[in-house]
């Protein structure tokens, strides 16, 4: 079984930055493909990026497509979202999860995913 823990969330204006962390518990991190989410209010669970188990292959939603960036320290058994220009639409919990099945490309669809944190919130003020 892993465990996701996610941080980083909070309050900034319009334009600001933050940087979501996703700590995973368990010897296999590396071999997991990893993957951010968000849901805000009123809406269905959107996917935002994902990145291969080797860090190699990246995929990002059209929203967030050059101003967001995820990466990996699988030393540290982490997988970060970079979150820059960041636009009151971006509002949302953030989730973070994992793909059980090793050495996987990577995915966007959150079928795939079975391991799941329990979200970090994200408000951006206009």
């Known amino acids: 079984q892993v465990q996701l823990v996610e941080s980083g969330g909070g309050l900034v204006q319009a334009g600001g930055s933050l940087r979501l962390s996703c700590a995973a518990s368990?010897?296999?991190?590396?071999?997991?493909?990893m993957g951010w989410f968000r849901q805000a209010p009123g809406k269905e669970r959107e996917f935002v990026a994902a990145i291969s188990w080797s860090g190699g292959n990246t995929y990002y939603a059209d929203s967030v497509k050059g101003r967001f960036t995820i990466s990996r320290d699988n030393a540290k058994n982490t997988v970060y979202l970079q979150m820059n220009s960041l636009k009151p639409e971006d509002t949302a919990v953030y989730y973070c999860?994992?793909?059980?099945?090793?050495?996987?490309?990577?995915?966007?669809?959150?079928?795939?995913?079975?391991?799941w944190g329990q979200g970090t919130q994200v408000t951006v003020s206009s």
């Open positions: 368990g010897r296999t991190f590396s071999s997991y493909a």
């Open positions: 999860a994992a793909v059980r099945s090793p050495y996987y490309s990577g995915t966007t669809y959150s079928k795939d995913y079975d391991y």
